[in-house]
């Protein structure tokens, strides 16, 4: 069997790393299963502070496997129970990189459609190359986008969302940039150099505080403004009471380095 997904890691960092470029990296139930999983292993995984989601070849991911639902149409009930699977293998996937207690960067170097363009929207952060185009084009083919819908709403303005919905339409990386859907944008040969120097920026932090921060970050987000402004200061005050708090500050005063505590509670230098 083919390796569909490649994981390599380098200073505190996993790359996982989509293989299909035959399939421009279609989103098969396998592919997500696997993803899924090790982003689940990886998550937990003191070494690893940041995690960045890469692609092989011309595409990052042209979305769900349409020959493989196309093929699941032949069951008996015309494939009713293989697209309930694959939309709820789908929804787990995204929900998992959302709750990771890393950060999750997506580099992205070509096309990132449908699924795949869910996919960039659901991580923390997003680096692009200048040749990446972004669209969400089911409605072409008679098949809302309605899944990448709830990742892309949440990302960028409501009106760019329901356009790219409703029209199909790639745009560049540019205005992917412009919109909010990714970060940077980089010359195609930086690609790699500019998301791993990020994330091994993002790695340099605190372990803990990292994984306070994003939780709440998403927490915050679906709350009133008041309600999220009473979570965010019991957030901040159980983070001043954790030892890398008391570290860092410490640090500042006294102009040092600071030495994190790893999530499974050792020193980083021990």
């Known amino acids: 069997m083919p390796e569909f997904l490649l994981e390599r890691s380098e200073e505190a960092v996993t790359e996982l790393r989509l ?6 990296n279609a989103l098969s139930r396998q592919v997500m299963a696997e993803l899924d999983a090790a982003v689940l292993r990886v998550g937990a995984d003191p070494e ?3 995690i960045v989601l890469a692609a092989s070849g011309p595409a990052f991911s042209g979305g769900h496997d349409l020959k493989e639902i196309t093929a699941a149409r032949a069951d008996a009930d015309g ?4 697209f309930e699977a694959t939309m709820a293998e789908c929804a787990r996937l995204m929900q998992r990189i959302v709750t990771c207690p890393k950060p999750v960067i997506a580099a992205v170097q070509g096309i990132a459609t449908a699924a ?6 659901s991580c923390d952060l997003a680096v692009a190359s200048s040749a990446a185009k972004f669209a969400t084009p089911g409605v072409n083919i008679g098949l809302f ?46 690609l790699e150099r500019a998301t791993w120097d990020l994330a091994r920026q993002i790695a340099s932090k605190a372990p803990k505080t990292l994984k306070i921060g994003k939780e709440a970050f998403y927490r915050q987000s679906e709350m009133p403004l008041a309600e999220a402004y009473d979570y965010a200061a019991r957030v901040m005050v159980d983070n001043l009471m954790i030892s890398d708090a008391r570290e860092g500050i410490g640090a500042f005063v006294e102009k040092r380095q600071p030495n994190w505590e790893r999530l499974d509670g050792s020193d980083q230098d021990g």
């Open 145 to 190: 986008c309605s899944t990448p819908m709830v990742a892309l709403s949440r990302n960028v303005p409501r009106k760019q969302a329901m356009e790219m919905l409703l029209t199909g339409e790639m745009i560049a990386a540019e205005k992917a940039e412009t919109i909010g859907l990714v970060n940077r944008v980089v010359p195609p040969e930086h």
């Open 19 to 24: 293989n299909r470029p035959a399939a421009r």
């Open 48 to 50: 690893t502070h940041v």
């Open 79 to 82: 494939g009713h129970a293989f």
């Open 116 to 121: 795949g363009c869910q996919l960039v929207a």
